[in-house]
């Protein structure tokens, strides 16, 4: 099993978007073939900065994911409102 843990700093003012463009990737990614589950977390000192951790059974799963024209379709509609890239890092337990 895999974690990838994605990094998202949102626009002053876009809070609302960006939650509608949450729960459209969480519904594209439920049937994503080796997701398993995610867990969505805020900073408490810097509320634009989110974290979300996803759970996958291979980095096989999630770069198929990640290619994805799902995966693409739900982050053109999150690009517009970050404020710089989303930051990605894929860790495993050991």
Do not use: C, F
Not at 7 to 19: F, H, Q, T
Not at 33 to 41: A, M, Q, T, V
Not at 61 to 83: F, G, H, M, N, T
Request: proline share 4%; hydrophobic share 40%.
């Amino acid at each position: 099993m895999i974690k990838v843990i994605i990094e998202r700093n949102i626009a002053e003012g876009l809070e609302p978007n960006y939650l509608q463009a949450a729960r459209d990737t969480l519904k594209a990614v439920l049937d994503a073939p080796g997701y398993i589950s995610s867990e969505s977390l805020v900073d408490i000192n810097k509320p634009n900065h989110k974290l979300i951790i996803t759970n996958w059974t291979s980095i096989q799963a999630w770069d198929r994911w990640y290619q994805s024209a799902e995966r693409k379709q739900v982050i053109s509609q999150i690009a517009p409102i970050l404020d710089g890239d989303e930051k990605i890092t894929i860790t495993e337990i050991r």
